[in-house]
């Protein structure tokens, strides 16, 4: 995509879309041309944001100096976070910035601390807070920006693998967990991605008819992925496994797995559910339901 400092966009059409943040980003994808990494700061600075200061912050990630218009404004990014943690908290805040019906935390404009970013879904009783729904939104608005879903069909033709993961980390300049988090959602196969520290679960998400994972929080990974963590390998081959180490009902369907070991005792397994013997769908039926 364009890196050019002189780009111009159109404001206008991204108010048109309305305030759905994937119809918001979408407005601003259709004006950049090019392909790879979305230049968020230069699309900031066509958009009146007149400045973008990074300074170090301790209870923040990142801030939007605004008035109530939202005419003009500045965003302030954490500079003790790394460039793709910083590239999403630019994302974040123009997301408040461009959304009129986004509520100021503050006289001034908005704060969002790390917590806010964290915000994946609304989650049940979660419906009517308007502070997590706007957060919510934003980083709904970020990840579809910086990774579209309109440059991602290379990608979705491919097998559902981790080497993928890699890829459109290193051409659109995010996070492999955002990565791996973005290829899971709009991949057709049915998948999940488990994350994890020092062979424990942080958290896993799932897509399509994936069936419930048997794994909480804080439990130990199996031992064929702790084999895996103690290897020589970084990447290990999507092979077969044992769906009793991963689902609840492990008679659903064949599961194949991948673990990438990473840095400071972080790793991430993909899970791939092989259903083709259930041809009319029942039990994948079922176990939705069952959800």
């Known amino acids: 995509m364009s890196t050019s400092s002189d780009?111009?966009?159109?404001?206008m059409e991204i108010e048109e879309a309305g305030p759905n943040p994937s119809r918001m980003a979408a407005a601003v994808v259709?004006?950049?041309?090019?392909?790879?990494?979305?230049?968020?700061?230069?699309?900031?600075?066509?958009?009146?944001i007149f400045e973008l200061r990074q300074e170090p912050l301790y209870n923040l990630e990142g801030a939007l100096l605004t008035n109530p218009e939202r005419s003009s404004g500045s965003i302030l990014f954490n500079a003790t976070s790394g460039r793709y943690r910083q590239r999403f908290t630019v994302a974040h805040e123009l997301c408040h910035f461009l959304n009129i019906r986004h509520r100021q935390t503050q006289e001034t404009g908005f704060s969002c601390s790390r917590s806010d970013m964290k915000i994946s879904r609304l989650g049940h009783g979660h419906e009517g807070n308007w502070h997590r729904r706007q957060e919510y939104e934003a980083n709904q608005?970020?990840?579809?920006?910086?990774?579209?879903?309109?440059?991602?069909?290379p990608f979705l033709q491919r097998e559902l693998v981790i080497e993928t993961v890699l890829d459109m980390n290193s051409l659109f300049d995010v996070s492999r967990e955002a990565a791996a988090r973005r290829l899971i959602e709009c991949h057709d196969e049915v998948g999940a991605i488990v994350f994890s520290r020092d062979g424990r679960v942080r958290y896993a998400i799932s897509n399509g008819r994936f069936p419930r994972l048997a794994i909480a929080r804080d439990a130990s990974l199996p031992v064929?992925?702790?084999?895996?963590?103690?290897?020589?390998?970084?990447?290990?081959?999507?092979?077969?496994?044992?769906?009793a180490d991963w689902l609840r009902k492990p008679n659903f369907c064949g599961l194949f797995e991948q673990t990438l070991v990473q840095q400071n005792g972080h790793a991430m397994t993909l899970l791939v559910a092989d259903n083709d013997d259930d041809e009319d769908g029942t039990e994948a039926a079922a176990a939705w339901f069952d959800r």
Not at 7 to 11: A, E, I, M
Not at 30 to 48: S, T
Not at 141 to 153: D, H, N, T
Not at 227 to 239: A, D, F, M
């Open 141 to 153: 608005f970020a990840i579809e920006l910086l990774v579209p879903e309109s440059r991602l069909g």
């Open 7 to 11: 780009l111009s966009l159109d404001r």
């Open 30 to 48: 259709r004006q950049l041309y090019g392909e790879g990494r979305v230049p968020v700061m230069e699309i900031a600075k066509a958009l009146d």
């Open 224 to 243: 064929s992925v702790q084999q895996i963590l103690k290897g020589q390998e970084s990447l290990s081959h999507l092979e077969e496994a044992d769906p």
